[in-house]
């Protein structure tokens, strides 16, 4: 049984994932296998993958595009070693990358994972200086405890490169793996999920070469089209922070639930990103009002209509501007009341479970 299980999910990168490839076979640490899924290429992917021939190397495909979350799932079903290594099937291993992280998950039994941060790299493989604004200070080298970087992830999002993880296998599945259902964010939404019970390491050394194309086709790359699949996941994946380790690493008492999920909205509002004050939302409207106190249910209704009434606003004055740039907005304004109208209701159906009345709504 190999000690590391390598898995590369690859989808039209002919020019590139030989390297890729190259990269995870001619590591100084030999004992490994390689799993390699394509994910229907259109180009002549899978063709230069068939013709690297090595026995450590288990080659599959998908009949159909699925995926890079799908893919990798499929590729990790076979894995037998005792750690996991994803790599893009665009992006390059230093050669002495896993034999630097393997002896930190051997000596310190509570890591889940190491990290490195990434050295970028274009196109032609060269390095990348200046790095592009937006990866410039996205993989920090700071090392954090366990509520630290739940903090980190709920505050700023995904901060840790996953072509440069070495996952302890048991960790992986203990957390129940990729949801194959996130197209952007599946990394995130696994690393919050290992860092409630485990920790993290991340070595000084910078051991993954990371390309970032100059057509900006990389998936992680901010494009205006995936900005709303960004928003759907992210708030989705923030649901992880509704009780235990997600609520204690943000300072929030739990005695409570409703008003715990109050205070997280309200943290999450101040934020402000679209998908801190969607998730802020449906916080506040998923919350079991059922068995609060007066004083409870007047703090709740107070602090929640606050909220709510900014939702009015930035609801109002979002459409207003889509409107100015679209060149339709000519006289005619959305009242507010009818974009308020569908929070409050279900607010007032709240009330309205618990035998109790929103006064003023």
């Known amino acids: 049984m190999p ?177 194959p259902r996130l197209e952007q964010l599946p990394d995130l939404d696994l690393w919050i999920r290992l860092a409630r019970t485990n920790d993290f390491h991340i070595l000084e050394e910078r051991l993954v070469d990371f390309r970032l194309h100059s057509d900006h086709a990389n998936a992680s790359f901010p494009r205006p089209e995936i900005s709303s699949r960004v928003t759907a996941e992210m708030s989705h994946i923030l649901h992880h922070y509704l009780e235990g380790a997600g609520l204690a690493s943000l300072g929030i008492e739990q005695s409570t639930p409703a008003i715990a999920r109050l205070r997280l909205a309200e943290r999450a509002w101040e934020i402000g990103t679209d998908y801190h004050r969607l998730f802020a939302i449906q916080t506040i409207l998923g919350a079991d009002l059922a068995g609060l106190s007066q004083d409870e249910l007047t703090d709740f209704t107070f602090a929640s209509r606050k909220i709510l009434s900014e939702v009015e606003k930035v609801w109002v004055g979002g459409r207003i501007k889509f409107h100015e740039a679209s060149g339709k907005l000519r006289n005619e304004k959305p009242r507010m009341e009818e974009t308020s109208s569908p929070w409050l209701s279900k607010l007032r159906g709240q009330f309205k479970r618990t035998g109790k009345t929103g006064q003023g709504t």
Request: one cysteine or more; hydrophobic letters at 40%.
């Open 3 to 179: 000690r590391v299980s390598a898995y590369i999910p690859a989808f039209n990168h002919e020019g590139f994932v030989e390297k890729a490839i190259e990269s995870v076979l001619g590591q100084t640490f030999p004992d490994l296998e390689l799993i390699i899924c394509d994910d229907a290429s259109t180009d002549g992917t899978l063709s230069v993958i068939e013709s690297v021939t090595d026995t450590r190397i288990r080659s599959l495909k998908n009949e159909c595009n699925m995926g890079a979350s799908f893919t990798a799932m499929r590729c990790l079903e076979s894995a037998s070693g005792e750690f996991i290594a994803p790599l893009s099937s665009d992006d390059i291993w230093h050669p002495e990358k896993l034999a630097r992280q393997i002896p930190l998950l051997e000596e310190n039994a509570n890591l889940a994972a190491v990290f490195t941060p990434p050295r970028f790299i274009g196109d032609t493989g060269e390095e990348l200086d200046p790095v592009p604004e937006d990866f410039a200070e996205l993989f920090p080298s700071k090392n954090r405890t366990s509520p630290e970087w739940l903090r980190q992830f709920f505050e700023e999002g995904n901060c840790l490169c996953l072509p440069s993880a070495l996952i302890r296998a048991t960790a992986y599945r203990e957390s129940g793996g990729f949801d």
